[in-house]
């Protein structure tokens, strides 16, 4: 999703090329792959909406990041009222990445599974700047204009995400788990 478009066919092959990558950070960013379906589609028809105003360059992808995070926002807002409902994290797997070789399955899908539900633990602000920087790919000051926050912002919140991450039983678990082979196999 380099560059951006010049006209509404190039806009239609930008905003599909972005689809994916748009989906999976919403799925991450609200635990829920309905929500993200709706969430990725309101976010872009608003950017089909507002095509006319769009420039050209490399401002455009942490724009529609902008977009993204900010339908995200205003569907947790609305969440906050029906939370009970919220489902399991189940599938986020699949979002998060693709299918490994049989011998990695069950591994990945562990692994995908505690990422997730530690990633869901997280504040959204942290969580925001954790799924755009280490799932979309987006470089520290792509980040800040998505979110309109200075970069030093974003680097305290990516360095106070991974401590929290780090620190997240799910995930020490997993180092354990991992660990405990490699032991067995020196003595």
Aim: charged letters at 30%; one cysteine or more.
């Amino acid at each position: 999703m380099v560059g951006g478009p010049r006209d509404n066919d190039d806009l239609a092959q930008w905003l599909e090329r972005g689809y994916t990558r748009s989906f999976r950070t919403a799925c991450l960013l609200l635990g829920n792959r309905a929500d993200a379906e709706e969430a990725v589609q309101e976010a872009f028809l608003r950017a089909w909406r507002f095509r006319a105003s769009l420039g050209s360059g490399s401002n455009l992808t942490p724009w529609l990041y902008r977009v993204v995070v900010n339908t995200c926002y205003s569907k947790l807002r609305d969440e906050v009222r029906r939370r009970e409902r919220r489902s399991e994290l189940s599938h986020l797997e699949e979002v998060a990445s693709s299918t490994p070789p049989p011998e990695e399955q069950v591994w990945r899908i562990d692994v995908s599974r505690s990422v997730a539900r530690a990633l869901n633990d997280l504040p959204f602000h942290l969580r925001v700047a954790v799924v755009l920087r280490y799932y979309a790919e987006l470089s520290e000051r792509e980040i800040a204009t998505a979110i309109g926050r200075r970069p030093g912002t974003v680097k305290s919140r990516l360095h106070e995400g991974r401590r929290l991450l780090a620190a997240h039983p799910a995930l020490q678990a997993l180092v354990l788990s991992e660990s405990a082979p490699v032991e067995e196999e020196l003595q």
